[in-house]
Structure formats: structure tokens, C-alpha cells
């Protein structure tokens, strides 16, 4: 008989998170209630939200790193994880032996095995998709994505450099700055990382020749400008051989700034101030658990909510009051940029996914048209009219390209004209959307001035961009309908099961069909009170009686609203459907 | 913008990616394994859909020699939380006698999980399966996607993976296709360890350490649950006071010894260790893509 383990090897993983310190969390916290008992449609525990998670000391990171084929990404990435303790023992038998399989440093451990996982990636030494690596020091967790360095894989790139607050530029000491290098930066402050640290590495190559620094420093520096990075460090290390990553390298005395982990411990990376603007909320969900509770659920993308606060939402224009803001541990007084949360608002707007709620007082683009700059991601090329869905947000709507204003050279920073785009290239575009889109520009949101487009037809992500501007702005329901009607017309609403769905907006073909179905309706009551012979004189009170009165029965067991929220995405197709 | 700490950072991201596949989904369902990472998944889907439940059922596939404890823990939880259980164990598998001892580790996986999970997933048309997977766990995970596409045959193509830029995820499909979504993808073993402390939230005991009847075979202690694990010559059981790190199938998962009986002493074992948790899984130790293939052949 074969036993179940018999063929035992060492592991063989890059399980490669653990084993540093936690970010400081010290055993505090471990009461509280179990949250998942309250669970039973109590809605709140107002207790309950005040909870902190850790200690506030712990912080998170994510940043990137990129560079070119063999500038040693992936050996700086597994120099910092051997560094931080963060690989284990089994897999470091394992590097030991994919080094001798594999490996491309000699005797020395190769790194960039810890990395590389993919058996493509392994066979061609080389990184092709963005990984994800893990690890936390004393003061902070951290989040890599090891980015590829070859163009081929542009697109992969500037994925890990869309979630990334830092990005770690390689330059190798020997080569100086290349054009990757251009390419790389441009990409990088495409996506407006502010902050970058640029790594000179492979100083152990270039005897560690501060010289040979200075110069290459110079010479990105000459490129700074037309980037817009805001906060630029220079750190000569050998990812190799381990100088200034951790500790201060004997080699560079010549070197007096941080080591590459003292750096990426203490930066405040500069981003996108979210606390400092108009509240917003795209809806991911409606909430409806049971008749009396109608929640919109999403993460802040700016600002702040608290109860009473006034809202609009878009692009319907519907106006409204928040009556309550639900954090993951119960409701709240308020929350801020970055929470998931759900709102209830104290009137029945039609707010459904894709909408976004903001503050009543935000000026916020809505808009059937909108330019950017977008990084075509397709082996097939980008051309003028070409029809898209696009996704900004929770929200998704057909949308036609109808302008190509000309390519980005990403070497060069230079535009010119173009009649398409290939893969990888990045374009000046502009899109009109069949249905109003939400968007602001980039540079005043990162959420809702980001979008990727989508083949209708083949469903791959075919590019991700940037709001520039957005374009004429669509009219929006200037004056909203529950909060600022008069009695009477909030009892008409009421009468006619339209409050819940925003009185303004229905048909009124619809409206006139269906007092036309209630006065039929009443009048065959009074004809069976006719055949039952009442008095006559009782028979036209009776069927006015229950043509006034009958709709508010509807209303008061909730047989006016629709049953279901979930509005049937209009872009969704089935397969050959076309849009 | 308010400074949120590390966990409550990736708590609202892992909430974001829920709601963001329910929402998308036609028919979702949770994978629910029993473990840490499952209690944390389910947890947090509990968070994103309060007051209400969360709108899919959850599944777990049965290869009929998980620990009892988790089999209890499992019926247990999804009463109490009043969710929609699906237990779904491979029959074929079962009649054909497929076990760990005598097909062998590969096997015994392939036939009661890989195929269990496409089968169960087939026969209920699930579009969106969530799963606790983390990229830190294994390095082609790595690589993997928040929402990663399937094809109808549920295979992988790690070459052919969606870009997702920010938190942007395509969620299109075609008809056949579905998405293995992984809400806790930027987690890693010590974050799953401290919000479970933090949040109080019930994990199974085999987790503690506990005397437990232990067999010491082919260099990892197995724990004896039941009586269809058979002595070898030369083999014996001892009583230990062990632990166990995952949770799987009982013969294919290697307990560590440990005094660690409390979230506490979980942790703090946790930073003094110099094993990645996944040492104590058979199936991983084949070659060094193994868990790559595994999941070209749809193993979550």
C-alpha cells in the first residue's frame, strides 16, 4: 500500500508573509460582543461601533516596485521579506534547492526565486504578472506589487501601480536611466503616485561610486518636472548584496539619508486628500432586508457622512437626508473616506447600483461625455468609434470612443497624432457614454475619476484610464421630489404608489392608465353594490369611498414598491448578444 | 481622510469585494471550508450585508474525512447564524472507495475535492463561488485574481487573467463561465489570527492545543480521529499536546506540537515560528507548480 505521505520532500512554497512582528498589535481588545449573534435583524448596536480594531500605531502601506528586465526587482522584494524574517524555514530549503535548479546568481541564494512563481516565470527568469508579496515590520504592514519590468507587460504594471500610494523605481547603477525607466516613471505618475523613492541598485557593480550616484540622480532629476511627483528620495543599495536596505551600508559612507526599509517605515505617502472633499458614495448595494429597512451600501470615496447630513443622488437628482449611517460594527454618527458602509436616507429616493449619493452641496460632473487618458490593453488595436462598456465606480454603461486625440509617446512625454492605438500605448481619448456616468477628474478622486473599459462582446478588460474632464453636464432633477413637496402633493404621491419610486419621473401615459384601472375599478364595485341592492343613493358614495381610499391599502402593505431593487444591469448581454 | 489601521483597511476592502460580487452575481455561494480563514470570510459577509443576511447559501464539499470536530463546528455555525448550508461529497468518489490511505494523497484530492467542487458547482448553476483563499499562502497565488474568471470546464488560465486596476473588477461572463472570488486575497495568516481575536470570532478547537491521540508517520504527526486509520507496523499512538495550523482531511493534515491554548498563545507562537503554516499540507509538497496545476485544474 502507498502511503498518503510517503512522497515527502520538503515543502516547496513561498508562503511569504509571516513570522516578522504583527503590526503592532499587543493583546488588547479581545472582548466585545461576539458580532455574529446580533445578527437576527436587530439592526444596531450602537455600543458596538466605538470599537477600535488594533492599537492605531499600525499602519499599511502598499506600494510597487518596477524596473527593467534584470534590474533585480524580484531580488530586492525576496532581500526585503529574508530581511523582515519573513520568510520561513521550509521556504528557505526550498529556495536553496529552486537556486541550484534555477538560479542565476552562483552560490549566492537567488532571491528572486522567493517571487517568481508562475513555472513560466521560473523557466524565463523573469517576472510576467503582478504578485503580491507580504510583509510588517514593528511600525507597519506592507502590501508589494512586483510589477513586470518588460514592456510587453506595460499593462500589468500599471495595474499594481493603480493601488499603490508609493512606488520604488530600480535603476540599475551600471545602465543609468533608460528609457524603461521613462516609460516606468510616466506610467507611475499616470496613476498619480505622488510619492517615489528611486533605487539605485547594483552599486556593488559600480564600486559604489558616489560619483556615479550623484550622476544618475542628476539625471532623473531631469526628467522630474513633466512627472509630478511630489516627494523624491535617492537610495544607493545592492539588493544583491543587502547595502542600505536595511542597515546603513559600510560600502556607501558617502551616503548619509535612510536605508530603503527605514524610508518605506516612516513615509507618509502624499495622496489624493479624500478627507477633504464633498462626501460620495457609488452604491455597490441596496440593502432591503425587510420593509423597514432600505440601506445603501458602499465605500466612501470622499469625505464625510453623518446623520442628517443632506444628499443628492446621482445622476437621478433625487434629494434626501441621511437618517442613518451603518458602519461594519453597527450605526454610527458618522463615517469617513475609505469606510464600507450603508446609509438610509429619511425619504424614498430611486437610488439603485451605479448611482452615487454625495453631499447635496458637491458640484459633481454628470455626463454623457468625458476625456482621459487610457492605456489600451487589447492585442487588437484601439480605433475611433469603437463601442465599449465602461466601468467607473460601481456603475457600467455602453460607451462609444469618439475621439482619439492623439497617442502619448512614454519615452518622450511627447503627443502625437494617431489614428489607433496598439497594445500598451496610452492615448489621449475622448468617450460618450449612451447613459449620463458619474466622474470627476482624476486629480479630485481616485475612485470616480478611474475607469477600465470592456469588450462588449469578448468581455476582457481592454483598458484602464484616467478622467481628465468631464463634459457637458447633463441636466439633473433640479428641484427633488419628497423633501421639498408640499402635503398635498406627498399625499397625491402617496395615492399614487409613485413616493416610493420619486414621484417626477413616471410616464404620465402610465399614470392616466391607471387612474383609468381605478376608476373602472370602482365603478364595478358600485355595480356589485347595485346587484347586492343597496340604496341607491349609497352606490356612487360607495365606489368614491373606494376609489379615494383603496390605493392607500396599497400603500400601507408596502404593494407599491417593487419587490426587488436589483434593477437588471442594462449591459449585460448574453453571450453574441452584442451591444 | 481618517486614518484607519491595517485591519480595519483590508476589513472594508474585503467588504467591498463582497457586496461588489453579490451584487454582480446571479447565483453566488460561499465556499466554506471550516477554517480560519472560512469563519473570517463568513464573518465579514455577515458585516456587509447587515441588517440582512447575506444573500447566497453556503458550501461545503464533504470528502467525508474532515476532523468530526469540524463537521460539528460546521452544523453548528450555520444554525446559529441561520444560514443555507449545502453539503456536497463526490459519490462517485465514494462508491469507487477513494481514500487518502489507499489512493494516496493526490488522488483522494483530486477525485473528493477538485471534482466534488466542480460537481457541486455544476448542479446548482453557482456563477460566483467565494472563496478564503490568500495570496500569501502559496506563491501562485500570488498571482491570483480578486475575482479570477473560470471557464465553463472550470480551468485557470494563469497567463490569461483580467487586469484589475484599482478596484475595478470586470465581472462580465459568459454563459458557462464563473468567478472564484477571494475577499481575503491581501490577508495573511497573522491578520487572520489577530481580527479573529480582535472580533471574537468562533474558529474551531482543533486549532488549540489539546492532548490529542497522535501517530507519528512519515515524519508528521496525523492525528487518529476514527477508526479507519489503521496502525503500521511499528507505529503507535501517542497522546500529544498538539495543534493544528490548517484544517483539512485528517490523514493529510500534520499537526505541530504546541502549548498554545488560547488566541494568545496563538500569536505569539505565531511570531516565533519558523514554518509557513502550509508545511502541515501533504497535497502542497508535490513539484514546486503543484498548487499551480492544481488550480489550472480548478482546485480553488
Known amino acids: 500500500m502507498t502511503s498518503p505521505i510517503t512522497a515527502r520532500r520538503l515543502p516547496d512554497e513561498a508562503d511569504l508573509a509571516q513570522g516578522s512582528i504583527p503590526a503592532a498589535l499587543e493583546d488588547e481588545t479581545f472582548a466585545g460582543p461576539a458580532p455574529d449573534s446580533a445578527t437576527d435583524g436587530e439592526v444596531i448596536d450602537p455600543q458596538g461601533a466605538m470599537k477600535p480594531l488594533v492599537s492605531p500605531a499600525a499602519s499599511l502601506l502598499r506600494f510597487i516596485t518596477c524596473g527593467s528586465v534584470d534590474d533585480g526587482k524580484s531580488t530586492l522584494i525576496g532581500r526585503l521579506l529574508f530581511e523582515t524574517n519573513s520568510v520561513f524555514d521550509d521556504q528557505m530549503e526550498a529556495l536553496k534547492r529552486d537556486t541550484k535548479k534555477f538560479g542565476t546568481t552562483g552560490e549566492d541564494l537567488d532571491f528572486a526565486l522567493l517571487v517568481d512563481g508562475l513555472s513560466a516565470e521560473r523557466e524565463q527568469g523573469i517576472t510576467i504578472d503582478v504578485a503580491y508579496r507580504y510583509f510588517s515590520t514593528g511600525n507597519r504592514a506592507f502590501i508589494i506589487a512586483d510589477t513586470p519590468g518588460h514592456e510587453q507587460y506595460t499593462r500589468n504594471m500599471a495595474t499594481g501601480a493603480s493601488q499603490a500610494e508609493l512606488a520604488i523605481i530600480l535603476v540599475d547603477a551600471r545602465k543609468g536611466i533608460l528609457s524603461q525607466t521613462r516609460r516606468h516613471s510616466f506610467i507611475t505618475s499616470l496613476v498619480g503616485i505622488k510619492s517615489v523613492i528611486v533605487a539605485i541598485n547594483k552599486m556593488d557593480l559600480v564600486d559604489y561610486s558616489e560619483a556615479r550616484f550623484e550622476e544618475i540622480k542628476r539625471g532623473y532629476q531631469a526628467i522630474l518636472p513633466t512627472l509630478g511627483f511630489t516627494d523624491v528620495t535617492f537610495v544607493p543599495v545592492s539588493a544583491k548584496a543587502g547595502d542600505n536596505i536595511v542597515a546603513p551600508s559600510p560600502n556607501t559612507p558617502w551616503y548619509r539619508g535612510e536605508t530603503l526599509l527605514e524610508r518605506l517605515e516612516t513615509v507618509e505617502p502624499e495622496t489624493f486628500d479624500a478627507g477633504a472633499e464633498p462626501f460620495r458614495l457609488p452604491v455597490q448595494w441596496v440593502n432591503r432586508p425587510n420593509l423597514d429597512f432600505r440601506g445603501f451600501s458602499g465605500s466612501i470615496v470622499g469625505g464625510k457622512v453623518a446623520r442628517g447630513d443632506a444628499i443628492v443622488a446621482l445622476p437621478s437628482g433625487g434629494r434626501s437626508r441621511v437618517k442613518g449611517v451603518f458602519g461594519p460594527d453597527g450605526e454610527v454618527a458618522s463615517a469617513e473616506a475609505g469606510e464600507a458602509v450603508t446609509i438610509t436616507l429619511t425619504d424614498e429616493i430611486d437610488v439603485s447600483r451605479g448611482d452615487v449619493i454625495t453631499a447635496a452641496n458637491a458640484p459633481t460632473g454628470v455626463s454623457r461625455s468625458f476625456s482621459g487618458d487610457l492605456l489600451w490593453m487589447a492585442n487588437r488595436p484601439l480605433i475611433k468609434g469603437g463601442r465599449m462598456i465602461v466601468k467607473i465606480g460601481s456603475a457600467q454603461t455602453p460607451a462609444t470612443l469618439s475621439s482619439l486625440d492623439g497617442a502619448i509617446d512614454i519615452h518622450s512625454y511627447e503627443t502625437r497624432p494617431a489614428d489607433a492605438l496598439t497594445m500598451n500605448e496610452i492615448g489621449r481619448v475622448k468617450l460618450t457614454a449612451e447613459r449620463p456616468v458619474v466622474a470627476l477628474p482624476y486629480g479630485e478622486n481616485r475612485d470616480l475619476g478611474a475607469f477600465i473599459l470592456i469588450d462588449p462582446v469578448s468581455n476582457e478588460t481592454v483598458a484602464l484610464g484616467v478622467v481628465r474632464t468631464v463634459g457637458e453636464p447633463e441636466a439633473v432633477a433640479p428641484e427633488g421630489h419628497a423633501e421639498n413637496r408640499s402635503g398635498l402633493a406627498r399625499l397625491a404621491d402617496l395615492w399614487l404608489g409613485e413616493a416610493a419610486r420619486g414621484g417626477a419621473e413616471h410616464r404620465a401615459e402610465h399614470r392616466q392608465a391607471k387612474i383609468r384601472a381605478r376608476i373602472a375599478g370602482s365603478v364595478l364595485v358600485g355595480f356589485l353594490a347595485l346587484i347586492f341592492q343597496m340604496p341607491l343613493l349609497l352606490v356612487p358614495v360607495l365606489a368614491l369611498l373606494d376609489f379615494l381610499l383603496r390605493p392607500f391599502l396599497a400603500v400601507a402593505f408596502g404593494a407599491d414598491r417593487l419587490p426587488e431593487e436589483r434593477k437588471l444591469d442594462p449591459t449585460v448581454v448574453d453571450e453574441g448578444g452584442g451591444i | ?300
Open chain 2, 1 to 300: 481622510m481618517k486614518h484607519m489601521t491595517h485591519l480595519q483597511r483590508l476589513e472594508a476592502e474585503s467588504i467591498f469585494i463582497i457586496r461588489e460580487a453579490a451584487a454582480s452575481a446571479e447565483n453566488p455561494v460561499m465556499l466554506y471550508s471550516i477554517g480560519k480563514d472560512s469563519a473570517v470570510m463568513l464573518h465579514l459577509a455577515m458585516k456587509a450585508f447587515k441588517p440582512g443576511k447575506p444573500p447566497f447559501p453556503l458550501l461545503h464539499v464533504d470528502t467525508t474525512w474532515k476532523f468530526r470536530e469540524m463537521i460539528e463546528f460546521r452544523d453548528r455555525r450555520a444554525k446559529e447564524l441561520g444560514l443555507d448550508l449545502i453539503v456536497h461529497t463526490n459519490q462517485e468518489g465514494v462508491r469507487a472507495g477513494i481514500n487518502p490511505f489507499a489512493s494516496g494523497s493526490r488522488v483522494h484530492t483530486d477525485v473528493m475535492k477538485t471534482e466534488a467542487l466542480k460537481q457541486a458547482l455544476d448542479k446548482y448553476k453557482f456563477d460566483m463561488a467565494f472563496g478564503g483563499a490568500r495570496r500569501d499562502e502559496e506563491k501562485s497565488r500570488a498571482k491570483e485574481r480578486v475575482f479570477s474568471l473560470r471557464t465553463p470546464e472550470h480551468r485557470w488560465d494563469a497567463k490569461n487573467q483580467r487586469p484589475e486596476p484599482w478596484r475595478l473588477f470586470n465581472t462580465r461572463k459568459k454563459k458557462g463561465e464563473s468567478f472564484r472570488v477571494f475577499p481575503l486575497s491581501n490577508w495573511t495568516e497573522q491578520d487572520v489570527w489577530h481580527y479573529i481575536a480582535i472580533e471574537n470570532i468562533p474558529v474551531v478547537p482543533l486549532y488549540f492545543a489539546a492532548p490529542r491521540p497522535i501517530i507519528r508517520r512519515d515524519g508528521a504527526l496525523i492525528m487518529k480521529d476514527d477508526d479507519r486509520m489503521e496502525l503500521k507496523p511499528g507505529e503507535s499512538v501517542e497522546t500529544m499536546m498538539v495543534r493544528f495550523r490548517t484544517l483539512g482531511c485528517y490523514p493529510l493534515t500534520g499537526a505541530v506540537e504546541s502549548s498554545a491554548a488560547s488566541l494568545d498563545d496563538i500569536i505569539g507562537e505565531m511570531r516565533s515560528s519558523r514554518v509557513s503554516e502550509r508545511q502541515g499540507r501533504v497535497i502542497d509538497q508535490d513539484s514546486g507548480a503543484s498548487m499551480e496545476e492544481k488550480k489550472q485544474e480548478g482546485y480553488f
